[in-house]
């Protein structure tokens, strides 16, 4: 059954897309059309909302706000998880306490971090890192407990220094387990800067998404909803391949 | 290389003792780095407009509780949570075992499956709202649609590992799909699909109390914004502090829980 | 226990002999122990362990498993810590891992992201050496190891003896003193074992390095070294050390002289009664 299926992929994506594409009508077509918008219109109002600045305004807010949260959550992720992680002790102290805190709703600290950062790009930026840092850290942790003890043991022999032995032994012999983290990170986060849009922004996809929403627009909310989707998705399939490349082996 | 081995076959009861030390370790962490947010509100390093401090927040929560004030919307989201679990666990069980019967159909959705969460599912809230209009049903639509995914993987993981010895005796004793499900295949996937139950629980609170944040007329997450938006940072901070409470009250039960079965798994 | 140094007659079975090499220390280890654990459950793994490594000399260890090979050449190298005792090389104390000390582990250790050229240089390169005298030493391990043919391949590609042969390049391009080797063959069949002997021989004499090569093959050890210790069961001491006597010039084809036999046999009469320890049975 593998092989068949790996031969078919991209054939089963498109048979996929269109299924969802013939259910969503099927939804429109039973609901009648006050409540849902159809794929077609869903299309349409797309292609014509992308035609004003407007939009695009909104679009690179969010756009900016994803990739600020991205950076400092893989950086500040990567370098937290590194350092945890070479220590057992350490490792094993604070993995049940990250998890912990990845399980409590993030939202429930947001006014914290409204009161903190106030309104505007810097606490979108800290929605979303709030997101994205634990699963990386955790990840990586997790990569270096399942990293070959002879690789570290190497570099002690050749009388590396801690950095040196981290940056270039520790992140190269874990970068292709924490791909599934850095996926995981990548939604997580988009989904934290979106949400920080949709409650408490006047800009971005996630402001036009509550927006449309309050107006009840549903076709404007139908069009984002895809954009969204289709963008998300991208960037998942992206990443996905990026990790099958870097673990050839 | 030597070295550890021996020492491990040796130590065990070391090993054991290491584990209590961590635990104890971790209690202090927990308890150093509150005490420090503590002090630093206690000194006025932080400002009480911005938070205050996590013993007020307590002292808060228990008034609360005993005034009863916000009764009702703890009632509400704890319910809501509760329907969306069951929901999720059971449409989520069904599914899995769906799939895992039909292996043609599974291998034609197992990509939605996996690229599923990538997508950000809150931005369908507001579909589910002009769906349902505003109350329970939406939050728990979207609260279900989150959580289930996770349920099915799980679901399809505990079953993909039932050892086929045990398929192969299910049919020698001639018994039927239903049968089948309830008398062999769920016990020996326990332990997974309770992994899977602990995940749509988590999943439960964040959607429930996400989407009351974001649009709702009652409710926990409703309660936290309408105090946020009214200055009204006690009761704000008190609710806030009873969710991060709860929560880690039900993940250390479903942790114990899960300790327990996945023990019996070793076995 | 001292150890006891046993002498044996080699005279006759020696074609060209040379005189033995001036015996300088070259690694001293006093009273060397490792235990691990705390007070009550205390499990002693080494020692205590006396042991002059002179240098240039190609130094073998074999002994029962578990008896704490691995252990002594962690302390010995400096990747670990006695618990009691002193370690001692080029006459100064052992803190951490000296400068001139390579070593060899029994797992593979390439590193699977670098290929067989940047596996070798790596270590020069984390040391800021110049970039024309790392190719010169990368070039000239390359040749040396048979690896030239290989230099852009990754280990993933490579069977499990060329990638030990990439670590030994590895450990060679440093210009150690002192080689340890924790068996380094011990996943490889019997041929390449053999094979890898004579590179390991040819290593020794163009590096004219110290050697110490710890293995659970006794013909391994009889073959390739100059002295071999025996290592009791755990807490592992050295209860023998075989001369063997053999010419620097030698290959395995020593292994068709009686005096192999005879060392072979001497090593296993020792080693008998140590593993039937290990086993549990009664010796007698």
């Known amino acids: ?249 | 290389m030597a070295e550890a081995s021996s020492a491990h076959t040796a130590a065990s009861p070391a090993r054991r003792s290491a584990h209590q030390l961590d635990g104890l370790v971790r209690i202090a962490v927990v308890i150093v780095l509150i005490g420090l947010v503590e002090l630093l509100c206690r000194s006025g390093l932080i400002q009480p407009t911005t938070m205050i401090a996590p013993s007020a927040m307590a002292r808060h929560a228990w008034e609360i509780l005993r005034e009863g004030k916000f009764d009702k919307d703890i009632a509400i989201s704890l319910a809501n949570i509760g329907a969306a679990t069951v929901l999720a666990v059971i449409l989520g069980f069904i599914c899995g075992l769906l799939l895992h019967a039909l292996p043609g159909l599974r291998s034609a959705i197992e990509p939605l499956l996996a690229s599923y969460y990538a997508v950000p599912t809150f931005i369908f809230y507001p579909v589910f709202i002009v769906l349902f209009g505003v109350g329970s049903a939406p939050i728990i639509a979207i609260a279900v649609l989150l959580a289930i995914v996770t349920m099915i993987t799980a679901t399809l993981n505990g079953l993909d590992r039932i050892p086929r010895a045990l398929h192969k005796t299910a049919r020698v004793l001639r018994l039927t799909p239903w049968q089948s499900a309830v008398l062999v295949k769920l016990p020996a996937a326990l332990p997974y699909l309770f992994t899977g139950v602990k995940l749509v629980v988590a999943y439960a609170f964040i959607g429930v109390i996400a989407s009351e944040f974001i649009l709702s007329g009652s409710g926990i997450g409703y309660a936290i914004g309408y105090a946020y938006n009214n200055f009204e940072n006690n009761d704000m901070y008190a609710l806030m502090f009873l969710v991060l409470a709860s929560v880690t009250l039900v993940n250390l039960l479903l942790n114990a829980l899960d300790r327990r079965l996945q023990a019996r798994l070793r076995r | 226990m001292k150890s006891e140094h046993t002498v044996l007659a080699a005279e006759a079975l020696l074609q060209d002999s040379p005189a033995t090499t001036p015996r300088v220390p070259h690694a001293v280890l006093q009273g060397v122990t490792r235990k691990f654990g705390k007070a009550g459950s205390v499990f002693h793994a080494l020692g205590p362990i006396d042991l002059t490594l002179y240098q240039g000399e190609f130094f073998s260890v074999v002994g029962p498993s578990g008896c704490g090979k691995s252990t002594l050449l962690d302390t010995l190298s400096g990747l670990a810590s006695p618990s009691d005792g002193t370690v001692q090389f080029e006459n100064r104390e052992v803190k951490g891992v000296p400068d001139g000390v390579g070593v060899v582990f029994q797992e593979d250790a390439s590193f699977p992201w670098l290929n067989v050229r940047d596996n070798i240089s790596f270590t020069l390169r984390m040391r800021g050496m110049e970039g024309a005298e790392i190719k010169r030493r990368v070039d000239y391990a390359l040749a040396f190891m048979g690896l030239k043919d290989f230099a852009t391949a990754y280990p993933a590609q490579l069977s499990g003896g060329m990638r030990q042969r990439v670590c030994i390049a590895r450990t060679l391009v440093q210009q150690p003193r002192l080689i340890l080797l924790d068996e380094p063959f011990g996943a490889l069949d019997q041929q390449t074992r053999l094979l890898m002997g004579d590179e390991l021989l040819r290593l020794w004499r163009e590096t004219g390095a110290t050697v110490l090569l710890i293995t659970h093959a006794l013909d391994e050890a009889a073959m390739l070294s100059d002295r071999v210790g025996v290592m009791s069961s755990r807490p592992g001491l050295f209860i023998d050390i075989v001369e063997t006597g053999w010419p620097r010039d030698r290959d395995s084809r020593v292994v068709s002289t009686p005096r192999f036999g005879e060392v072979n046999a001497r090593l296993w009469e020792r080693l008998r009664v140590e593993s039937l320890k290990v086993m549990g049975a009664s010796h007698g």
């Open chain 1, 1 to 249: 059954m593998k092989p068949m299926r790996e031969m078919q992929t991209p054939l089963l994506y498109a048979l996929l897309a269109a299924g969802l594409a013939v259910s969503w009508q099927g939804l429109y077509w039973i609901n009648g059309g006050s409540a849902l918008a159809s794929p077609g219109q869903a299309v349409l109002t797309l292609g014509s909302m992308m035609q004003t600045s407007e939009f695009w305004l909104h679009a690179l807010e969010t756009g900016k706000a994803l990739l600020y949260a991205l950076l400092i959550g893989l950086v500040g992720g990567l370098a937290a998880g590194l350092l945890l992680g070479v220590n057992r002790m350490a490792r094993d102290v604070s993995e049940p306490i990250l998890l912990n805190m990845y399980a409590i709703p993030k939202v429930t600290l947001y006014p914290l971090v409204l009161l903190v950062f106030g309104l505007g790009l810097s606490a979108k930026v800290a929605f979303g890192v709030m997101h994205g840092i634990i699963p990386i850290m955790v990840f990586t942790m997790n990569a270096i407990r399942q990293m070959r003890p002879v690789l570290l043991r190497a570099g002690q022999s050749m009388r590396l220094t801690r950095r040196q032995s981290l940056l270039h032994i520790v992140l190269p012999a874990i970068l292709p387990e924490i791909t599934a983290g850095l996926r995981l990170a990548f939604s997580l986060t988009l989904l934290g800067v979106l949400i920080g849009e949709m409650f408490a922004s006047q800009r971005g996809l996630g402001f036009l998404l509550t927006n449309a929403m309050n107006l009840g627009d549903i076709r404007t909310i139908m069009a984002v909803a895809l954009l969204l989707s289709v963008f998300a998705l991208a960037c998942n399939g992206g990443l996905m391949w990026l990790g099958r490349r870097l673990s050839p082996r």
